[in-house]
């Protein structure tokens, strides 16, 4: 009995060791080609979400694409706590000079990882603080929400929209505000219904609003959810039209209903950031896309939207990009009757955090 | 406008009890067997994906839905492994399965996000799905909807007026005694868990192929919990479980109907509404409930060596 437990545990160490030799030879970069960078990115859910994660992660797929001699090391469903750091400082660790932190939510943690490593550069999306090492990027929604807007106010026979949102968030207040202001531009009946699922994913209950929105007579829905596939596809079997976010390839689950949809595209961005990170020329800045950028893009109309509504969408996507003009332009009053922006002044996109309002018309609670 | 929203409120309860009902009535088998089963997130995420999958590969939610069924009921034989021939705790085991559940159908599910099935469709009664305000709620649905009280009733027949039932409430009770009188608790516990791992596939699947028709990581988003929950709010009883999900379901509806018919309260607070429905009903209607569970739940049967 002795000396078979002894053999055992012989046998055991000789494993441990061999296993740890194995992961010793991996991880040294010595032995293999040595890159010329190595780029980290973590990712707060799956990368074939369908949505959010995937975008990042495409974007990251294109930059590996144009710059062959960069290394990706991507790690999924990275809890947005101490985790996030550990996860971060193991890829420095590993050889990594950029940073992909790829969810709101990884900000403090890769500030105090960025602080530790001066030499490593950090990029985080819509971040709203920002380091030496630290750039933070997005892509302003509002304007193309309001060109949706004005798609779904042509194509509407009924002058009402659907939302189905998770959260009241202030950014997601102000798409859902452009979008309806959008509307509004081009039929002034409009009216949209709001729902908050509580939850970025909950397709049961995702599908649960948007039967209550069409039964209370909607007939375009959009949404702000980690998917939109649910949405889409009840509206699309129920003869309804849909707006997509996110993730565009949904647009195969209404080839009659469709009207866009908008996604982010990081592809060329992070390119950039590879490309500066290995010339030297990198430095922290605070990135806005807007519609003229390649940060953000229109899917392609589907067949119900009138022609004369895709013609207004480009002459006001041009005003937007030569900034004759603003999405919330004066005089708005928000759904109390409080009057929010003043008759010729304009909310700044630059204020969306602290819009916690609902335009006039829009049947929902912000708070 | 106040019919259709109550019509629609009506429809929006059956749409989210349905899954509910179908996982409650198997946590009721499993636990009047004697074993409680906190895995059934698991189970039911398993359903979904495997039906879901299956749906897409053959285009038949019919064979979608066995795929399920087939599903739920292995891995639930799995737990069964664990609980009954390991002995292992059956709390721990449970969370654990339910942590598999979440793993493993992720990664089944991963090239799947976002195809494209036909899943399962209402079917119209005819002339009965125009009736207004009750047309839509109980002559318009799927499948799977209209077959779900009639099971309840099945379920209820089966537990309390067959001899099968009468065993298996016997090994939940005291499994030494059921043994002594020569039953086997163990074939009988791997029995009522093959039947509730049918049924949590099946719930699944009702939400990955008839009503969301999509799959997602994690899509149950905690219904699992609810039917184990549930399970006591109906006292272990089959047709209480139809109240309890018709109720849990209906309280979501209508938390989502209020907030589409522009009623000013703040989203946050409809959010808690199913929740603290529970906890009313649990504190008005509380009674004995111990008496009710079954008595030796979550004990394993050990053997009589």
Not at chain 2, 43 to 70: E, H, I, R, S
């Amino acid at each position: 009995m002795n000396k078979k437990s002894e053999a055992i545990k012989k046998q055991f160490v000789a494993v441990l060791f061999s296993c740890l030799f194995i992961l010793g030879l991996t991880s040294n970069p010595a032995l293999g080609q040595q890159p010329k960078l190595k780029v980290g990115i973590i990712h707060i859910g799956s990368i074939t979400d369908g949505g959010y994660n995937q975008a990042h992660a495409e974007g990251v797929a294109i930059m590996k694409k144009n710059l062959p001699e960069v290394e990706v090391i991507e790690v999924e469903n990275v809890p947005e706590s101490a985790d996030a750091e550990r996860v971060m400082e193991n890829m420095i660790k590993q050889g990594a000079k950029l940073i992909i932190a790829a969810s709101f939510g990884y900000l403090d943690p890769a500030l105090r990882v960025a602080k530790k490593y001066p030499e490593v550069k950090f990029v985080h999306p819509a971040g709203y603080k920002r380091a030496p090492n630290l750039t933070t990027y997005w892509a302003s929604t509002p304007e193309a929400f309001y060109l949706m807007g004005i798609a779904a106010g042509k194509t509407s026979k009924t002058s009402k929209m659907g939302f189905v949102c998770a959260l009241p968030v202030s950014y997601f207040l102000a798409n859902i505000n452009a979008l309806h202001l959008g509307a509004r531009s081009v039929n002034p009946k409009m009216e949209t219904r709001v729902v908050f699922t509580g939850t970025f994913l909950d397709p049961g209950k995702e599908a649960t609003a948007a039967n209550a929105l069409l039964d209370q007579g909607a007939d375009v829905l959009g949404m702000i959810v980690d998917s939109p596939i649910t949405v889409v596809q009840i509206a699309e079997k129920r003869g309804a039209y849909s707006i997509g976010y996110h993730y565009l390839g949904v647009q195969k689950f209404a080839p009659k209903g469709w009207i866009s949809g908008i996604a982010f595209t990081w592809g060329g961005l992070y390119t950039r950031f590879a490309k500066q990170v290995m010339e030297g020329t990198w430095k922290s800045e605070n990135i806005l896309g807007n519609l003229a950028s390649d940060l953000i893009a229109i899917a392609p109309f589907g067949p119900a939207v009138p022609a004369e509504a895709i013609k207004l969408v480009e002459e006001t996507k041009k005003a937007f990009i030569e900034g004759k003009k603003n999405v919330f332009e004066g005089p708005i009053k928000d759904n109390r009757g409080q009057e929010r922006v003043k008759a010729g002044g304009h909310w700044s996109l630059n204020d969306l955090g602290k819009m916690d309002w609902l335009v006039e018309g829009i049947i929902g609670q912000p708070r | 406008m106040m019919l259709t929203a109550i019509s629609s409120l009506l429809v929006g309860a059956i749409h989210s009890g349905t899954s509910l009902l179908y996982a409650t009535l198997g946590e009721v088998i499993e636990e009047r067997a004697g074993m409680i089963n906190l895995g059934l997130e698991g189970v039911m995420l398993m359903g979904a994906v495997c039906g879901f999958v299956t749906t897409v590969k053959t285009g038949n939610p019919a064979l979608g839905l066995l795929g399920a069924a087939l599903a739920g009921a292995l891995f639930n034989l799995f737990f069964g492994f664990l609980v009954i021939n390991r002995r292992a705790n059956q709390l721990a085991c449970g969370l654990a399965m339910m942590f598999f559940g979440v793993g493993l159908s992720a990664v089944i599910g991963a090239p799947f996000i976002g195809s494209k099935i036909k899943g399962l469709n209402e079917i119209d009664i005819p002339l009965f799905a125009e009736i207004p305000l009750l047309g839509p709620v109980f002559f318009r649905q799927d499948l799977l909807t209209y077959a779900v009280i009639p099971l309840s009733l099945i379920v209820w027949w089966l537990l309390f007026h067959t001899r099968f039932g009468l065993n298996l409430r016997s090994v939940g009770e005291n499994p030494t005694a059921a043994f002594a009188a020569g039953k086997n608790p163990y074939f009988l516990q791997y029995q009522a868990l093959c039947l509730a791992g049918v049924l949590g596939g099946i719930a699944g699947a009702h939400l990955s192929i008839a009503l969301a028709k999509t799959w997602q990581e994690w899509m149950t988003a905690g219904r699992g919990f609810i039917a184990v929950a549930l399970v006591i709010f109906s006292k272990w009883h089959p047709l209480w479980a139809i109240a309890g999900a018709l109720i849990f379901g209906g309280a979501i509806a209508l938390q989502i109907q209020l907030q589409a018919l522009g009623v000013p309260i703040s989203s946050f607070l409809l959010d808690m509404l199913p929740y603290l429905l529970s906890l009313g009903i649990l504190a008005i209607w509380g009674g004995k409930r111990r008496a009710a569970a079954p008595g030796s739940l979550g004990r394993v049967f050990q053997g009589t060596e």
